[in-house]
């Protein structure tokens, strides 16, 4: 790991361990949680909402990060299937369901698209069947694995994926919750087992583009018991470079700034009674906010799509 990268304390809850198969604990803020808070989602709680709110007071336009971010696996899924002829997706730390999800997106342009889910957040896997719904011709499927047990994921992932076919490995805002090296040796074993033609999809939390802003964010989930690993545009590369890949244009850039296109934002939803939007708190008309007003100074994620020779 560089040493310009920002490091998680060793001591700390990390949201990419544990396991499968844990209790869901209602009383600590998870990530998969307050992320599908902001996206507009049912499926947290209290403590989420909380981990959410002391964000959005330390950055009160941080959410754009989290619906820019879904935005770009929008973006990325659809060059996959409609251009490049990917067909399979391994999505690791895939958080809960929200609209919408890769194998929706994949399976609209080609219905025979085949998408393993990954995660191990229990509440996830209690609503893995909303995953599941896919038309006939394609498969999906979930398993319940820490992102780091990557030959364990590998194995049970071939149930329904081809390795001998191409596969688009999914690492949307997951490996900054896995410090130093691991992270590094994580990806490098995942991307080893995938055949030519094959393609990562990366986003990834950095202090390159607003540190203030997201050192402030940073502080408020490390009061909730998790941290995250901030790293530089150029350790963020080294997970497409160090496995020989080779990105595809624009390159690295700030999340919405990737091939962008008209904005399609799942998260704001239909129309309601305006009176009603402006009585809420501030933390819940987050989910009504329009995001096509984005700045540069909002974000503070890198992201990048590269293919295996």
Avoid at 243 to 269: C, F, Q, S, Y
Wanted: hydrophobic share 40%; net charge negative; proline share 6%.
């Amino acid at each position: 790991m560089s040493a310009d990268a920002r490091e998680v304390d060793s001591g700390e809850q990390s949201p990419a361990g544990g396991g499968g198969g844990g209790r869901i604990d209602t009383s600590r803020a998870h990530p998969a949680r307050v992320y599908d808070f902001f996206l507009g989602g049912k499926d947290n709680f209290p403590a989420d909402r909380e981990a959410a709110k002391a964000a959005l007071a330390a950055e009160p336009r941080g959410y754009l990060n989290v619906r820019h971010n879904r935005d770009f696996l929008r973006r990325a899924v659809t060059y996959l299937t409609a251009e490049a002829g990917v067909r399979q997706f391994l999505d690791v730390g895939t958080g809960l369901p929200t609209q919408e999800n890769v194998h929706q997106i994949a399976q609209r342009i080609a219905p025979e698209s085949r998408v393993v889910y990954v995660d191990n957040d229990p509440v996830v896997l209690a609503h893995a069947r909303a995953l599941l719904a896919t038309g006939p011709e394609g498969r999906t499927d979930y398993i319940e694995y820490d992102l780091r047990a990557w030959e364990a994921i590998l194995a049970e992932a071939a149930r329904t994926l081809d390795f001998d076919r191409p596969v688009a490995l999914v690492l949307a805002a997951v490996l900054h919750f896995v410090p130093g090296e691991e992270a590094h040796a994580v990806t490098a074993g995942l991307l080893d087992a995938l055949p030519s033609g094959s393609a990562l999809v990366l986003s990834h939390l950095t202090d390159d583009l607003n540190p203030v802003q997201i050192d402030n964010v940073a502080k408020a989930f490390k009061e909730r018991g998790f941290a995250m690993v901030r790293r530089p545009r150029a350790e963020i590369g080294r997970f497409a470079v160090d496995n020989g890949l080779e990105l595809a244009e624009p390159g690295i850039v700030p999340v919405h700034r990737w091939r962008p296109t008209d904005v399609v934002d799942r998260a704001k939803v239909e129309e309601v009674d305006q009176a009603y939007v402006d009585a809420l708190e501030d933390v819940d008309r987050t989910k009504y906010r329009g995001i096509d007003d984005v700045t540069d100074a909002d974000i503070n994620l890198y992201a990048l799509v590269a293919h295996k020779p």
